[in-house]
T-cell receptor, first 115, second 114 residues
Framework: NAGVTQTPKFRILKIGQSMTLQCTQDMNHNYMYWYRQDPGMGLKLIYYSVGAGITDKGEVPNGYNVSRSTTEDFPLRLELAAPSQTSVYFC??????????????FGSGTRLTVV | AQKVTQAQTEISVVEKEDVTLDCVYETRDTTYYLFWYKQPPSGELVFLIRRNSFDEQNEISGRYSWNFQKSTSSFNFTITASQVVDSAVYFCALSDNYGQNFVFGPGTRLSVLP
């Protein structure tokens, strides 16, 4: 099993450009998440999804959009990139439900620089 | 609101020393989960342990041990006989019973010097 796969691993954007960060999981997890990790900082939740067709905002959603058309895919879109969005982005998934919740499975991250 | 505090921003130790990473949490839930994740220099996030709020037994896994104390809302992590490969950022995290409201602490950067 591949787990959680993120693409690309690295990207440099110019201010004002747009892009989509891809995230796919093959574990049939219902819940998926996008986090950003700023240099020297912890992780902050951008958006999450509890299942196909359902998404909700996290702590820092401004400047981003997500969609969840299938259980496997949870792309994150940046519109009009800004330098403040320079960060490492982690996608994660989890199998939810009480004692079945064993934390997240994380992707390997996407390092984004906006110049 | 849930909150996780890791007061130690950076710790440096010499190899073979023991080191404890502190984690203090806040929650109004009676059922919750606590986690530790490791982020080595390569950047990936590695799950280390999960503990639920009803199980206050300490846990030992090799050189790693965890001390969960509900009375002080702490979930501390000790590495015994540290090694250079333990150098990483360690995150403590807290979630509610269903894994929502998953909150990470700011992380503690551990450097183990040879």
């Amino acid at each position: 099993n591949a787990g959680v796969t993120q693409t690309p691993k690295f990207r440099i954007l110019k201010i004002g450009q747009s892009m989509t960060l891809q995230c796919t999981q093959d574990m049939n997890h219902n819940y998926m998440y996008w986090y950003r990790q700023d240099p020297g900082m912890g992780l902050k939740l951008i958006y999450y999804s509890v299942g196909a067709g359902i998404t909700d905002k996290g702590e820092v959603p401004n400047g981003y959009n997500v969609s969840r058309s299938t259980t496997e895919d949870f792309p994150l879109r940046l519109e009009l990139a800004a330098p403040s969005q320079t960060s490492v982005y982690f996608c994660a998934s989890s199998l939810m439900g009480g004692f079945l919740f064993y934390g997240y499975t994380f992707g390997s991250g996407t390092r984004l620089t906006v110049v | 609101a849930q909150k996780v505090t890791q007061a130690q921003t950076e710790i440096s130790v010499v190899e073979k020393e023991d080191v404890t990473l502190d984690c203090v949490y806040e929650t109004r839930d009676t059922t919750y989960y606590l986690f530790w994740y490791k982020q080595p220099p390569s950047g990936e996030l590695v799950f280390l342990i999960r503990r639920n709020s009803f199980d206050e037994q300490n846990e030992i896994s090799g050189r790693y041990s965890w001390n969960f104390q509900k009375s002080t809302s702490s979930f501390n992590f000790t590495i015994t006989a540290s090694q250079v490969v333990d150098s990483a950022v360690y995150f403590c995290a807290l979630s509610d019973n269903y894994g929502q409201n998953f909150v990470f602490g700011p992380g503690t950067r551990l450097s183990v010097l040879p």
